[in-house]
């Protein structure tokens, strides 16, 4: 079975600066996808990157980037010059690839606070 | 043009009390998901449909039946209401293959008094 952890159940950053999330997980898969959720006080769940295992270079969303190190089995979300909307829940996810309709694997989370 | 959507937002009820969650989405997606998210905004798989069949079924108790009468729609029932039943459920559609990414729909949190 597939875990996520996330180690920092909350953190703050200053308006404007870089924050960066921590996601590590455990599988003996060889082909899958991580991502990052956003979950706002609106509760809608966003998805904000993903990354294929399969591909090298690190997923980039504007100011969402990640850093994927398949061998440690880690998966960091950068967010840089952080904005006050960036306030929210945010969620790393496991998926296996092409095994069907294969459900979501969530980390506990962790709560970003944005500091104006 | 909402993708997936949840009726109700809101529930509130007493214990003992059956009810029932749909959840529709018009992406045209033939793989449905619900989803769990507890007090401490864990979130975990309930049920996977795919063509309105069930695939998935975690340990769920029986209390929860999910149905889906096509494949654009996937509501789940709930019977005799616990306490521990309070959450947020969610619902979430995809497509099979060939990459499976989930839309979700905006929830509904449920309350059990």
């Known amino acids: 079975a597939q875990t996520v952890t996330q180690s920092q159940p909350e953190m703050s950053v200053q308006e404007a600066e870089t924050v960066t999330l921590s996601c590590t997980y455990d599988t003996s898969e060889s082909n899958y996808y991580l991502f990052w959720y956003k979950q706002p006080p609106s509760r809608q769940m966003i998805l904000v990157i993903r990354?294929?295992?399969?591909?090298?270079q690190n997923a980039t969303e504007n100011r969402f980037s990640v850093n994927f190190q398949k061998a440690a089995k880690s998966f960091s979300l950068k967010i840089s010059d952080s904005q006050l909307g960036d306030t929210a829940m945010y969620f790393c996810?496991?998926?296996?690839?092409?095994?069907?309709?294969?459900?979501?694997?969530f980390g506990k989370g962790t709560r970003l606070s944005v500091i104006a | 043009d909402t993708a997936v959507s949840q009726t109700p937002k809101y529930l509130v009820t007493q214990m003992g009390n059956d009810k029932s969650i749909k959840c529709e989405q018009n992406?045209?997606?033939?793989?449905m998901y619900w989803y769990k998210q507890d007090s401490k905004k864990f979130l975990k798989i309930m049920f996977s449909?795919?063509?309105?069949?069930?695939?998935i079924n975690e340990t769920v108790p029986n209390r929860f039946s999910p149905k889906s009468p096509d494949k654009a729609h996937l509501n789940l029932h709930i019977n005799s209401l616990e306490l521990g039943d309070s959450a947020v459920y969610f619902c979430?559609?995809?497509?099979?293959?060939?990459?499976?990414?989930?839309?979700f729909g905006p929830g509904t949190r449920l309350t059990v008094l």
């Open positions: 996810a496991f998926m296996k690839a092409h095994s069907g309709n294969t459900p979501l694997v």
């Open positions: 992406l045209g997606h033939d793989t």
């Open positions: 449909y795919n063509n309105k069949e069930l695939i």
């Open positions: 979430a559609s995809s497509l099979l293959e060939p990459y499976n990414e989930q839309f």
């Open positions: 990354q294929e295992a399969y591909k090298q």
